[in-house]
């Protein structure tokens, strides 16, 4: 039940863009991303809870596709602080359209920004 | 504002012994939860719970036990540790399950079994 992201590592040189793909062979719920700095905690970045929703937080945005069971994390204009691993999480939806409780996470994906 | 508060930080075990892990949170979260974190497996999921008194299993339960008496505490114990229970523990909680606002983390507790 766990996501699959995609792809597994990205490298940019700084102002570069990035696309990251979070997928389910599920109905989802909610499709929450973090990102996680080596040696810390997952830090939330943020949630999309209907189908069609895209959200932003600065240069970093995503969308969420219900039909499909995607999202996708944007990542514009790279800065050397975006690097770290991005991890989707997915809530799935039960029959009533409510949400099964739990949130299970994907692989994550590397991303290194370079100068 | 603690937040999520996870006990020890670091902890060395020989194979065959016990321990629990400790996570308390402050913010009233019905939810919370416990993951394991290995190279390129990503965050799996041991345990969760929706409520005091209510848990269930995640994707990786096994070897592991959780309980949840009060809203505060949900603390994870290995019963019989294993090498392959070598990794990094976060315990997490969040308002409720479905809910709006995000999933809070814990610094992690890094365990190496021997």
């Not at chain 1, 590592?9 to 989802?28: F, P, Y």
């Not at chain 2, 949900?74 to 999933?103: D, H, I, M, W």
Request: aromatic fraction near 10%; proline fraction near 4%.
């Amino acid at each position: 039940q766990q996501p699959v992201q995609s792809p597994q590592a990205v490298i940019l040189r700084e102002g570069e863009d990035a696309v990251i793909n979070c997928s389910s062979s599920k109905a989802l719920y909610s499709v929450h991303w973090y990102r996680q700095k080596h040696g810390e905690a997952p830090v939330f970045l943020m949630i999309l809870l209907k189908g069609g929703e895209q959200k932003g937080h600065e240069k970093i945005s995503a969308s969420f596709n219900e039909k499909k069971q995607q999202s996708s994390l944007y990542l514009t204009a790279s800065q050397l602080s975006y690097s770290g691993t991005y991890f989707c999480g997915t809530e799935l939806k039960d029959a009533g359209g409510t949400s099964y409780g739990k949130l299970t996470f994907g692989q994550g994906t590397i991303l290194t920004v370079h100068p | 504002n603690a937040g999520v508060t996870q006990t020890p930080k670091f902890q060395v075990l020989k194979t065959g012994q016990s321990m629990t892990l400790q996570c308390a949170q402050d913010m009233n979260h019905e939810y919370m939860s416990w993951y394991r974190q290995d190279p390129g497996m990503g965050l799996r999921l041991i345990h969760y719970s929706v409520g005091a008194g209510i848990t269930d299993q995640g994707e990786v339960p096994n070897g592991y036990n959780v309980s949840r008496s009060t809203t505060e505490d949900f603390p994870l114990r290995l019963l019989s540790a294993a090498p392959s229970q070598t990794s990094v523990y976060f315990c997490a909680s969040r308002e409720r399950q479905g809910a709006k606002q995000p999933q809070h983390f814990g610094d992690g507790t890094r365990l190496s079994i021997l």
